[in-house]
């Protein structure tokens, strides 16, 4: 298996990959996996335009023969794998399968060689291995964390983490343990965030704490290879004592708005009243009122109590006087006088006569 062929990877290729001696196995002045990347502006990673990159390699970085002794083994490798071919025989099978969401990173002497892509994979067996890296987005818990925020409040939050590992090579051969380091990050990054924030705040903000937790963790995150796709904040956990405060005050908030609506519409119905007892306290409307309701009582056949106004019984005692009695002198009255209340006058005269 010849050393120098391309990747199935999309690769930039090197300036120096064709100029490079090939005594040089490493160039000391290319950039190391584990170097600080450049400050940048973080941006928000694109589903449409996500890309696995996998580390680019140089000619002279790649793995020497080492000689007779690699020869041998790459020869025996050859040999073993063709016999591990046939079915039933005990040498191992060359042949290894990478499944689709995965990319496999071969090393030859314990030094990266290629990577590969999912389907069947022929390795050797004496020289070379298979790492599988999983590149699916995946979710990782941080645990039950205990804080303690600005004013001196203890609670307990529950999240966890999303994250797809971008570059295969970083992440495999740039960290040791990727979960663990991405779970301590994100509590570290938890308590400082909450720490920093007052109860209330903690209660109503719970997107913006996620947001901004997932903007820190991100920017290391991204120096090991991989892409935080955001962090979810399960439950927000309280003391007795805290959560029964925090519903006293949210029933003390309710009742005051319901006082400050019931005020307004105590104000809105004065001043309904008031417009009413204006347009109702008018000379006219009065005296409908009162023929009304002497009508009213003229209808029941039960004895009744008649109040009569001082000025309306006046007028009837000057009727009757100067007339003889009878219905002919109420005609004679309704023509003597003008207006709405002559009219009205004349009307309570006649329920008078008739009862």
Sequence with gaps: MSHNGPDRKDRVPSPTESSSSRGNVVDHHAAN??????????????PNKHMIVVQPLKRAEMQVTHGLYGSLLQGLGSIVGICGMIPCCPFPNPFREVQQGSVGLVSRFGQFYKSVDPGLVQVNVCT???RIVDVKIQISPIGRQSVITRDNVNVEIDSVIYFQICNPYRSAFGITDLRQALIERAQTTLRHVVGARAVQSVVTEREAIAFEIAEIVGDVADKWGVAIEGILIKDIIFSPEVSASLSSAA????????????ARAEVDSAR????????????????????EALQAMAKSGNSKVIFVPMQLQS???GQLASGSGGGSNFGSA????????AVNRAGLLNSMANM
């Design 33 to 46: 996996v584990t170097d600080d990347v450049p400050a940048a502006p973080r941006r928000v990673p694109d």
């Design 128 to 130: 070379e291995s298979l």
């Design 251 to 262: 029933q003390q908030k309710r009742l005051g708005e319901s006082k400050v609506i019931a």
């Design 272 to 291: 309904l009243m008031r417009q009413a007892a204006d347009i109702l306290a008018s000379p006219a409307a009065m005296q409908i009122r009162q023929l």
């Design 315 to 317: 007028d009837v005692v």
């Design 334 to 341: 309704i023509q003597s006088e003008s207006g709405e209340g």
